[in-house]
């Protein structure tokens, strides 16, 4: 068993984590202040790989591992939380599917603008107003075939770079009748007339990863927009969201690395009954305890990851990862803010913006409970 990164997975970390020093992290608090998406430091991660992760290199991708792909998103997350989930979404969840399972045609037309840094990004529309978690049964957005085009009409909800995406991959219904082969996903280009994307929703955190409602009224796309075959559409998804799964607990691990060091530095500056905050027992225990999870967390996180590249099965680890990820991140961001006391809870200090950031992870992408449904029928052979 080996746990050391490569000498290329050392050389990726090392290049994205001065990036993110340069051009993500100096931003962070503005980005979260203004709510605007970070665009200047975006057009800059084209050229280094950042923004094709799921990409092949035929169509520009960087063509990193799935281990190199996760240390990214954490090295992102480290920096800016909102930053970090538009580009974990537009590679994981947008560019993803069509470069898993589109045609090579679409692959050639639609993936090398989005991964340049020239255009802009990609999304998927998964969730609608009524239906949260339940994509098999909740789906009521339709498409309906028309000569050569297809019909979409319908509603999504929390779709993730709406605004600033090119292109948004729909999950739809393609057979009335419903069932498991019902669903397919289809690429609708955010230039379709009928596509109204509503503003943006005003969110507790990531208040500069943009997120909104999406309506679907007689939008026509062509029929070779089909990712895949009709009616495997949820299959292709439920794939999609177990990548996905890993990108989030990277991404909540470099939260928590982000917040954990500024709980250190802050112990160890701030002096309370004549010594540092970090000569007290019960402040070591709980940075002790938050290095503990956040080694573990990236030690589940880079398995799975580990797995996916090699081809094997990674539903269950992806789920096991992103569960304890999140959930560890949000400990840890808290006593961070515990820590700092007053201050903590003072935009003063960034720890209170992290908390508020992290606080999503345990949501998006499957909600923390989904996750243990997922690991249990795992367990009990289901």
Known sequence: MHFDLTAEQEMWRTAVHEFVVREVKPRAGEVDESGEFNWEATHKMGPIGLLGLNVPEEFGGPGVDAI??????????????????????????GCAPVAGFG???LKQRFLP???????????LALTEPGAGSDLKGGVATRAARDG????????????????IADFIV??????????????SLILVPTDSHGLHISPTEKKMGLKGSPTHAVAYEDVRVPVEFLIGEEGQGLHYTLETL???????GALSIGLARAAHEEAIAYAKQRHTFGQPLASHQAIQWMLADAATEIEAARLMVHKAAYLKQNGQPFSRQAAMAKLFATEAAERVCRNAIQIHGGYGYSREYPVERIYRDVRLMTIGEGTSEIQRMVIARHVLGE
Not at 242 to 248: A, L, S
């Open 148 to 163: 050569d085009q297809w019909v979409i009409n319908g509603a999504k909800m929390w779709t993730t770079n709406a605004s």
């Open 113 to 123: 603008p989005a991964v340049s840094g020239q255009g802009r990004l990609a999304a």
């Open 170 to 183: 729909t999950l739809v219904r393609t057979d009335p009748a419903g069932g498991s082969r019902s669903l």
């Open 68 to 93: 190199s792909a996760a240390i990214a998103i954490e090295e992102l997350g480290w920096g800016c939380g909102s930053t970090a989930l538009a580009i974990a979404a537009h590679n994981g969840l």
């Open 103 to 105: 045609s090579p045609e």
């Open 242 to 248: 177990d990548g996905g799964r890993i990108g989030i």
